[in-house]
């Protein structure tokens, strides 16, 4: 067997006994990820509202450009 494939192997192994205490209660991961998505997205949708419509409109068509832009695979 390489080493390589052992030694991932046994970090795999250690970084699931290390989890499991973290997986097996609900109530940590809900409060982890749940809430924080929720109160993410509310403030987001409370700061576009706030803003003027063409505004919030600018800003995605930018960050949409940028994300185009980065991503290209053309000739370089």
Known sequence: MRPE???FALVSCVLLLLA???MASEAVSAVA???YIDDFT???KEKALK???MVVAVLAVGAVAILII???KGPK
Do not use: H
Request: aromatic share 22%; proline share 6%.
């Open 5 to 7: 494939l052992c030694y």
């Open 20 to 22: 499991s205490p973290v």
């Open 33 to 35: 990820f749940g809430s």
């Open 42 to 44: 509310a403030y987001w």
């Open 51 to 53: 803003q003027n419509t």
């Open 70 to 72: 980065t991503r290209s």
